[in-house]
């Protein structure tokens, strides 16, 4: 079964350090998402985005973070400048169609650790 | 906006013992609900999900959940736990608000533990 890949499965960075999540979606989705789920919390949803661009974003998703789909395969998200606060688990997810109702497909997350 | 409510954050039964893990939502138009499944160390699992239609929805692995109008509710059921069935479960509810691609709005989890 198609699944949404995600690398590092755990990075350890330090405050103020970038840091770039890579994610490949299932290959025929146009639709592209990252969460977080900070530990002992809920998963919170950080940005949606299609056609090369963000859909929506949450108020987390400030001007530290950024998303970009590089080569048409790769989602990334991108932690500018990373604080304490940043730890936690990041999920990328897609679908095929945007309409509610429809299955979005998560992959098994990238744990971020900021020391 | 939707939201989803789960009561209790940890629920402990007995292998055998039937399983309910409740979830009311809140929208203001018929929702999409969902629960998924986290494993220790893993992603999350699509167990089911309601759009429209039959009320009571089958999932993966012996669960269903039935859709309550009139309770707003949503609970998770099985009628006989198995040790592998522990992990946290997350309901969630579709996000409608305007043209965007939805997003699914997750309750805070309850994490399901099974005595052997």
């Known amino acids: 079964e198609p699944e949404v890949t995600q690398t590092p499965s755990h990075q350890v960075t330090q405050m103020g350090q970038e840091v770039i999540l890579r994610c490949v979606p299932i290959s025929n989705h146009l639709y592209f998402y990252w969460y977080r789920q900070i530990l002992g919390q809920k998963v919170e949803f950080l940005v949606s985005?299609?056609?090369?661009?963000?859909?929506?974003k949450s108020e987390i998703f400030d001007d530290q973070f950024s998303v970009e789909r590089p080569d048409g395969s790769n989602f990334t998200l991108k932690i500018r400048s990373t604080k304490l606060e940043d730890s936690a688990m990041y999920f990328c997810?897609?679908?095929?169609?945007?309409?509610?109702?429809?299955?979005?497909?998560f992959g098994e997350g990238s744990w971020l650790t900021v020391v | 906006a939707q939201s989803v409510t789960q009561l209790g954050s940890h629920v402990s039964v007995s292998e055998g013992a039937l399983v309910l893990l409740r979830c009311n939502y809140s929208?203001?138009?018929?929702?999409?609900l969902f629960w998924y499944v986290q494993y220790p160390n893993q992603g999350l699992q699509l167990l089911l999900k309601?759009?429209?239609?039959?009320?009571l929805v089958k999932g993966i692995n012996g669960f269903e959940a039935e859709f309550k109008k009139s309770e707003t509710s949503f609970h998770l059921t099985k009628p006989s736990a198995h040790m592998s069935d522990a992990a946290e479960y997350f309901c969630?509810?579709?996000?409608?608000?305007?043209?965007?691609?939805?997003?699914?709005?997750f309750g805070s989890g309850t994490r399901l533990s099974i005595r052997p």
């Open positions: 985005f299609y056609n090369n661009e963000i859909s929506e």
């Open positions: 929208s203001s138009v018929p929702p999409y």
């Open positions: 969630a509810v579709s996000d409608l608000r305007g043209s965007s691609a939805s997003k699914i709005i």
């Open positions: 309601y759009t429209t239609g039959a009320t």
């Open positions: 997810a897609s679908s095929y169609t945007a309409s509610s109702g429809n299955t979005i497909y």
